[in-house]
């Protein structure tokens, strides 16, 4: 058996970071904890939780994404929670026990959006093209919907008030749904609808 390796990723978040894991953690899905009461105590989000700093935890495939609270540097906390993750997982102690409640949309547009024809397509784009790059950055994008010529999507992980997924947004994901899906005038995320 090889040996548990966890090595830690900058984002383009600088409040994130991403800490990868050299084994499958949640494979085919994905969880974001933005509080302590979200988690088990007895899994790595409750446990990482107990650090001070930590403001919300991501877990996919193989990796766990953490965003810190301000005032503290990366640099001061790195390698500690890079080598408390792998302890904790070489303990045998579990990835995750529970999954939180999938997180509700912020905009009352939201609720309910009637499917439309365009839905398959748009989330073909976005698995093929967008969601193997955000993932490499530590995060997750995810389709709410298509009304009105606006595709809606909730960024989640290091995405997730990063200071460059504006532009991400507009001039990459909106900019290729633009081209290659007819009737797609804008892209907004959950996070920027009030």
Same mark, same amino acid.
């Given at each position: ?10 984002? @383009?978040? %600088?409040?994130?970071? #991403?800490?990868?894991?050299?084994? &499958? $953690?949640? /494979? ?71 999954? @939180?409640? %999938?997180?509700?949309? #912020?905009?009352?547009?939201?609720? &309910? $959006?009637? /499917? ?79």
């Amino acid at each position: 058996m090889n040996p548990l390796v966890v090595y830690a990723e900058t984002t @383009p978040n %600088p409040a994130t970071m #991403k800490f990868v894991v050299n084994q &499958p $953690l949640l /494979p085919n899905k994905s969880a974001e904890y933005t509080d302590a009461s979200m988690a088990a105590n007895d899994d790595l989000p409750g446990a990482l939780f107990r650090f001070p700093f930590v403001q919300s935890v991501y877990v996919a495939s193989n990796f766990v994404t953490i965003t810190k609270v301000e005032g503290i540097d990366w640099y001061e906390v790195m390698n500690e929670i890079r080598d408390y993750i792998r302890d904790f997982l070489q303990a045998g102690n579990p990835a995750i026990t529970k999954l @939180p409640e %999938p997180p509700k949309p #912020k905009s009352k547009d939201l609720e &309910p $959006l009637e /499917p439309h024809e365009a839905d398959a397509r748009i989330t073909e784009i976005l698995d093929e093209f967008i969601r193997p790059a955000v993932e490499q950055d530590g995060g997750e994008i995810a389709f709410r919907g298509f009304k009105e010529g606006t595709v809606y999507v909730a960024m989640r992980g290091a995405c997730a008030g990063c200071p460059s997924s504006t532009l991400t947004l507009k001039a990459g994901i909106e900019q290729l749904l633009k081209r290659m899906v007819p009737g797609v005038e804008e892209v907004v995320a959950e996070n920027d609808l009030a």
